[in-house]
């Protein structure tokens, strides 16, 4: 007989953050940095303080979701992360156990939650199965919403091979703005060793620094205000802590100009934001940055760059990655 799953609090989560993050790493066909602890305990602090833990633990596997009220002391239920709708809060091997998990917690009458916001699956996979499963079972309605792409370029063969994935024009213009980069004395510095705060903290500071110079800072949709400078504070903490958090800075002149940072995890990098000093868009800094890192990725081993969710510029870095869906289920006569 399988035990009671074991309910945890936030920080229960955080202590149990190695082996969550296994489990993540094991579950097939979906999102796994945008499910790992490093994205969704910052992006639920960052989006959602209000929420209450619905995080069930059980043998192997993890449903880690929140509730947010809806109407007459009702709740909703939805994964750690909806800002982006990436996450998958089904872990596992076997995901379709982590369903079974929320299932049983939820369908009986006393249970408060009368409604079900989730994301992050395959629609042909073991989760999105299970799920429907329990909706005709249960009585609940099911309901398939649209779909949330992403970009992400194979490493797999290194540099030249990933070149040779590109178009003719891309490699020429790539080719054209290292060129005149180096001619007008644009050099490179990664950072992946953080050995105190402080290291890390002067990191941070430079990348604010140079998002107050870019036309995403200047428009106020850059990481330098919060909710995001607090998502992205929080998560290069978690990153650096174990040693998987990326950083490329392009400097001119002993001036940074552009940066690029990113996360490791399960043999791909995350690629988590780019933006360069708008006073210096003539060299293409974001473009040169990008290429830094793969160069760096490449030489690491490292197989994949998730560029995230789809966006035009992606395509021709990229191929298409995985595809997920998101549900909505509600309790019978809600």
Known sequence: MKADPERLDFAGLDARAEDFDACVARTPSIDL??????????????????????????????????????????????????AWRLACPFVGADPAAAVDLLSAAVEPPDSAVDALVLSGFVADGPAFARLHHFAQRAGWSFDALESDGRYVADLTGGVDAFMRRRSAGFRANIRRERRLAARDGVTYEALSVFDSDASLMSAWTRIQAIERRSW???????IDADPMRGFYRDMTRRLARRGALRVVFARRADQDIAYVFGGVFAGTYRGLQVSFDDAFRPLAPGVLVHLEMIERLCAEGVIAYDLGSEMPYKARWGERGVETVRVAMYRAGQ
């Open 33 to 82: 940095y945008c499910s790992s602890s490093a994205w969704v305990q910052p992006a639920r602090r960052a989006f959602t303080r209000g929420a209450q833990p619905l995080v069930l633990a059980g043998d192997a596997c993890y449903a880690a979701l929140m509730t947010l009220p809806i109407r007459g002391g009702r709740l909703a239920a939805l994964p750690l992360e909806f």
């Open 216 to 222: 995403k800072g200047r428009d106020g949709h850059g």
